[in-house]
RNA sequence: GCCGGCGUAGCUCAGGGGUAGAGCAACUGAUUCGUAAUCAGUAGGUCGCGGGUUCAAAUCCCAUCGCCGGCUCCA
């Protein structure tokens, strides 16, 4: 029922001697463009024309479709032994065209394709003229093939179809919003005061209307570069990311912060392929519920596409496992380095929407209703920790199907306490994905956008498909609810919400600082002059934090603010007074001096590194000796 | 992917059909310094890449790649 929302193209392909072509006039979809890309008349010799007619259809599919045209035609050529191509718009192949754009659209990309390969010759002939030709066709076995490609499969596209139905139908559909208090209150959200919590109003407006009002870039763009944290690529693809030591050793840090808080929690970590089989008929079943934006890869004759999270890893690691109810929660967990999602270009921004990036992966079974209820306040509750951890603030919001709301009222308002703060609840009619709950905790940053950071889903889908069971006690095979749990969303996405949050701190005249735990360097030391290098030494030895020394010759007051522009959460100076006293003078961010022992100092500092990771400091320790990354 | 803007030294940017510019950073020298920029000098560029127009192109035109913004999207 959905085929005619597909996206077909027809196409003839003729060997010819000889062929030429003329416009004769204009038909209603002729458009002055096509003449600038294709001569009105024109011949070629020893060629293969290639005829062809878009059928109605969905762009979404136009990448599927030129890359199959493109193949067929190359490979006749081939078979054929000739280079010279004509593409031939020719509608009466089919009487349900497609949209003239989608058509010329088609066009050009076929062509741009085909020119991409060395040797092949392409004349174009323009969209949507009358035009009289003259064809020679060469009359052997493999002169003249018709075809008709669809996109990959024709279950892979009515599968793609339904979903794009369902999520033309979950945008004409209203969803209700409600605002629910931590003690349980539950009002419209015409109804509640936004007074207090100005970011919450703001998730629900670009929920609401999905509106942007900003002209500017991400500010953690410039500082992601500016603190030497992280950099584009330009030899690679859009939204692949260069990480300089700083950034390598924050990320790392972020890393396995969240992986311990997972582990202790019950996780146990696997690791699983990053490319699996396109043709897999599970995998390609849960890849067909999904628009297109996946890496294909090629190996040999096979495509492989590149995961973009660490669920089916996961899935088919449980369908193989002996799962009982004794075993259950059974809790698999992967850091998933890395997830590829092929987003549009346009996309792409900084480090909060990335085609590579790394996720915390929690996949959680669960016998039934209740120990999934169970299950979802405890990793909500470890997600908030998490944010806590990273210093993030965040607005929540929930999802349910609503007959998942109604019949779970309790649990929702245990949801609510759990979270502490007003929380944003949408409810769907119908379930339009394979989750019937889901929490996210939402990132509001510099520029009023919202980013989905922590999220805890139950799936009531997913063990059906990979035939994913456990035995029950009366020994018989059940498929056991599942919760997908990302604690604090994709890391990458962590290190934007962080620079951020200090972009945020700037613009009202606070100074920025990272977490102590984050800091790449935690503590600077800063000699008077290089008589006090022998001092230095001996403080350098005794500090296990990430502390450097500048050693470089130039003046105090320049490596005083060098220090503070790269955020250094304590500046050591160490001159003749300093020695003398036997102790430090200690600069902090808030911009205070304070005379400090060394011993004072780290017990200063010890209670901001309790149960966080600590990594040694990746650079050389005299700034002398270290380069720069950027600038 | 579509529409728009941008791409000049390591960084931030100015310039604009006729010898390629500044500040910062780097390097050399002087300075040995007390809390956000010491002084002087040196070196550094196929003006994103590819075509075209022109006596002459960084500059104008076309195409392409990348970044940013908007749309769309965000499993």
Request: with cysteine.
């Amino acid at each position: 029922m959905f085929f005619n929302q597909v996206l077909n193209m027809r196409i003839l392909l003729i060997h010819a001697d000889r062929f030429s072509f003329r416009v004769t006039g204009e038909t209603s979809v002729a458009m002055a463009s096509e003449l600038q890309k294709a001569s009105p008349e024109s011949e070629a010799t020893e060629c293969l024309v290639v005829f062809m007619a878009a059928e109605k259809g969905d762009e979404a599919d136009v990448d599927s479709v030129v890359k199959q045209v493109t193949k067929e035609v190359l490979s006749l050529a081939d078979q054929v032994g000739t280079s010279h191509l004509v593409v031939y718009p020719y509608a009466h192949l089919s009487s349900r065209l497609s949209s003239p754009r989608v058509a010329v659209r088609l066009l050009d990309e076929i062509c741009r394709q085909l020119l991409r390969q060395r040797r092949i010759k392409v004349l174009r002939a323009p969209f949507g003229y009358y035009k009289s030709f003259e064809i020679a066709c060469k009359g052997h076995p493999l002169s003249e093939l018709a075809k008709t490609i669809t996109p990959e499969k024709s279950t892979k596209a009515s599968a793609d179809a339904e979903e794009s139905e369902a999520l033309k139908a979950e945008k004409t559909l209203e969803s209700e919003w409600i605002i629910i208090t931590p003690d349980g209150k539950q009002v419209s959200v015409e109804d509640f005061s936004f007074a207090t919590r100005p970011n919450l109003e703001r998730l629900f407006r670009y929920e609401k209307s999905g509106t942007r009002v900003s002209d500017q870039a991400p500010p953690h763009i410039e500082l992601m570069r500016r603190m030497e944290l992280v950099d584009y690529e330009p030899g690679a693809d859009p939204g692949n990311f260069r990480w300089y030591p700083k950034g390598q050793l924050m990320k790392r840090l972020a890393e396995t912060y969240v992986s311990g808080l997972v582990i202790d929690h019950g996780g146990m970590p696997v690791e699983t392929p990053i490319m699996y089989d396109y043709q897999h008929p599970k995998l390609s079943l849960y890849l067909q519920r999904f628009p297109a934006r996946q890496y294909v890869l090629l190996s040999g004759e096979k495509e492989y596409f590149l995961r973009f999270a660490a669920c089916f890893g996961q899935y088919l690691i449980q369908h193989d496992m002996q799962i009982s109810y004794n075993h259950l929660p059974c809790k698999l967990y992967e850091l998933t380095h890395y997830a590829f999602r092929r987003e549009q270009s346009g996309e792409l921004a900084g480090l909060k929407r990335l085609r590579t990036f790394t996720m915390p992966d929690l996949h959680t079974l669960v016998k039934d209703a209740d120990q999934a209820k169970e299950e979802f306040l405890r990793q909500t509750d470890l997600a908030i920790q998490c944010m806590e951890g990273f210093e993030l603030d965040f607005e929540v919001a929930i999802r349910f199907v609503r007959d998942f709301a109604d019949q779970n009222r309790q649990f929702i308002e245990k949801l609510a306490s759990c979270c502490s703060r007003p929380a944003l609840i949408e409810l769907w009619d119908e379930r339009f994905f394979y989750f019937v709950a889901k929490l996210e905790f939402n990132f509001i940053d510099a520029l009023d956008k919202a980013a989905c950071l922590s999220t805890v889903q139950i799936d009531v889908e997913n063990t059906e498909r990979f035939d994913i069971t456990f035995v029950d006690k009366k020994g018989e095979k059940q498929h056991p609810l599942l919760l997908h749990a990302s604690i604090s969303g994709s890391i990458d996405r962590v290190m934007y919400a962080i620079l951020e949050t200090q972009a945020i701190r700037i613009s009202k005249g606070e100074k920025a600082t990272f977490p102590f735990w984050l800091a790449p360097i935690q503590l600077r030391l800063i000699p008077v002059s290089e008589k006090f290098d022998v001092a230095c030494k001996q403080v350098l030895e005794k500090v296990p934090y990430r502390i450097d020394y500048d050693d470089r010759d130039i003046t105090m007051g320049r490596k005083i603010r060098n220090a503070e522009r790269e955020w250094i959460p304590y500046i050591l100076v160490l001159g003749a007074k300093e020695v003398a006293e036997q102790c430090l003078n200690v600069r902090t961010r808030d911009g205070a001096q304070r005379k400090m022992t060394l011993h004072e100092l780290l017990a200063e500092i010890e209670p901001q590194t309790k149960e966080k990771p600590f990594l040694d400091l990746p650079l050389p320790q005299s700034l002398s000796r270290r380069p720069i990354f950027v600038g």
